[in-house]
């Protein structure tokens, strides 16, 4: 139990265009899902938190309008990268918190396999 | 920020023991030691967690002092599957919206 998914594993696109990447928990409810962005060689990095059906609270630092998210329902979450730039080739992670009494321990964090961003 | 501290690197001989220490001498009473892991370009992968008790699992070991500001994971018999970069977090059990936040890690390098 406890599986994050991430859709696409791996996107290129064109400078300008705008990447949408979706992060499912698939056999849980989501309460809160986050967002990480890891550079190479470095460690990952929170972008922003977001609760179901409230806004997201982005960490200091992450333009709130370049990097949409939505979390729409408790299994989905959406992070929109719009006008993206090659500065904004990254490794894109979310991770999801789920409720009381799943594996792992009460209220832990799982995350998805990852998205590879790459901007030409 | 992160409130541990971990060597940058590690060698382990395959089949051998994994021991990755990890500082983290400012732990708070009700704060856990989480250890996650990232396999090269993979999402991190929970391993195990302790307050104060040592814990096992079926993949390692926790070992954490009496005063709480070291511990050790242990990987009993590394294999090369389990070259990945090893994290130290500590965090309040139930810390509703509070995130993991990672440092550097280790890199563990298993070799055959």
């Known amino acids: 139990g406890a599986v994050v998914s991430q859709h696409p594993s791996r996107v290129i696109c064109k400078s300008g265009t705008s990447v949408k990447i979706e992060c499912r928990s698939l056999?849980?409810?989501?309460?809160?899902m986050f967002w990480y962005r890891q550079f190479p060689k470095q460690s990952l990095m929170l972008m922003a938190t977001?609760?179901?059906?409230?806004?997201?609270?982005?960490e200091q630092g992450v333009e709130k309008d370049k990097f949409l998210i939505n979390h729409a329902s408790l299994t989905l979450s959406t992070l929109t990268v719009t006008s993206a730039h090659p500065e904004d080739s990254s490794f894109y992670i979310c991770?999801?918190?789920?409720?009381?009494?799943?594996?792992?321990?009460?209220?832990?964090?799982?995350f998805g396999p990852g998205t590879r961003l790459t901007v030409t | 920020d992160a409130k541990t501290t971990q060597p940058p690197s590690m060698d382990c001989a395959e089949g051998r023991a994994a021991n990755l220490p990890c500082n983290h001498s400012?732990?708070?009473?009700?704060?856990?030691v989480y250890w996650y892991r990232q396999i090269h370009s993979q999402g991190p992968q929970y391993i195990i967690h302790?307050?104060?008790n040592n814990e096992t699992n079926e993949m390692a070991s926790l070992i954490i002092t009496e005063d709480r500001k070291s511990s050790t994971l242990i990987l009993p018999h590394a294999t090369l599957r389990d070259t990945a970069v090893y994290y130290c977090?500590?965090?309040?059990?139930?810390?509703?919206?509070?995130?993991?936040?990672f440092g550097k890690g280790t890199r563990l390098s298993v070799i055959a």
């Open positions: 991770s999801a918190r789920g409720a009381r009494g799943l594996a792992g321990g009460m209220y832990e964090q799982y």
């Open positions: 056999d849980f409810q989501a309460t809160t």
């Open positions: 977001s609760n179901e059906g409230s806004k997201a609270t982005y």
């Open positions: 400012t732990i708070s009473g009700n704060e856990y």
């Open positions: 302790g307050l104060k």
């Open positions: 977090i500590v965090r309040v059990l139930n810390s509703g919206n509070t995130p993991l936040v």
